[in-house]
């Protein structure tokens, strides 16, 4: 993992925007782009998994249809091979041995040794805001796939720009090259929203990956007076001991003494 990135996810969000916290000389260039990005309102990216599905290869092939636009849409796989028509979509799941890791669920299921069937891909979506050049989210979606699943887990993924942000479709099969299985966790989602915006920013495209609970909060500090000034952490009408005039009066008459 390239330096940059570990230290955006090792950056405390929560920590840095403690009331009174003035270590911000402490942060590295990384973390001080990322905090000035946030400030600043850059576009943050998405990267969400899709439910349902996915445990059964026929499943798999309605899904792949449906991102290739019933061939209208081409597919472009793990080794750069593009498919442009519906048969070589069909033919993917196949290809992958899906049929024979549906079989064989099925028969661990039977035998009770498993409670549901496991899933056999897993459908990922990374978009950007309206106005973001598509084929470069799509270029930023190849390198980060081909860094982070290349020569382990297979995929397949297609462009869509008939939406107003521009969103690729990723097919990413869950049993690795190696025969380990992928289980993705909330850990993972983080970490590949600050690949795909280092990604895009890589190529020339402004985008942040800011934890959704911090987006609209402020992260610089802020002294007690603004903080009671602004409503508190609960936004409540201030009572008039603590209105910004109370408070400026008893600072100027501590400063004083």
């Known amino acids: 993992m390239k330096k940059a990135i570990a230290e ?3 950056f405390n969000f929560r920590a840095h925007g403690h009331l009174g916290r ?7 260039l990384a973390q001080a ?22 445990t059964t290869a026929k499943a798999v092939r309605k899904h792949l249809e449906y991102i290739g636009r019933k061939g209208e849409v081409d597919l472009l796989t793990d ?8 048969e070589g979509s069909a033919e993917l799941p196949l290809n992958w041995d899906l049929d024979m890791e549906e079989a064989g669920a099925e028969s661990l299921l039977e035998r009770g040794t498993k409670a549901v069937a496991p899933r056999l891909v897993h459908k990922l979506v990374f978009s950007m805001p309206p106005g973001t050049n ?10 980060f796939c081909r860094e982070e699943f290349g020569l382990q887990h ?16 990723v097919v990413l099969k869950a049993m690795s090259e190696q025969g380990k299985r992928l289980n993705i966790k909330k850990v993972n989602l983080k970490e590949w929203r600050v690949k795909f915006a280092h990604h895009l920013r890589e ?6 990956a800011t934890p959704r609970q911090f987006r609209t909060q402020p992260i610089r500090p802020i002294t007690l ?5 602004q409503g508190g952490s609960l936004g409540k009408k201030l009572p008039p001991k603590h209105s910004a005039e109370a408070i400026r009066n008893r600072e100027e008459a501590i400063k004083a003494r």
């Open 22 to 28: 003035v270590d911000r000389t402490r942060l590295s």
């Open 79 to 86: 080794y750069g091979l593009a498919i442009g028509d519906r």
């Open 134 to 143: 598509s084929e470069k989210v799509y270029g930023a979606v190849q390198n």
């Open 203 to 208: 190529l020339g495209v402004a985008a942040n």
């Open 154 to 169: 297979r995929y397949v993924m297609a462009l869509h720009t008939d939406d107003a942000h521009p969103h690729v479709h």
């Open 8 to 10: 955006e996810l090792a």
């Open 225 to 229: 007076s603004a903080y009671w000034q």
């Open 33 to 54: 782009q990322m905090v000035a990005r946030t400030a600043a309102r850059t576009p943050e990216v998405m990267v969400k998994v899709l439910g349902g599905g996915a």
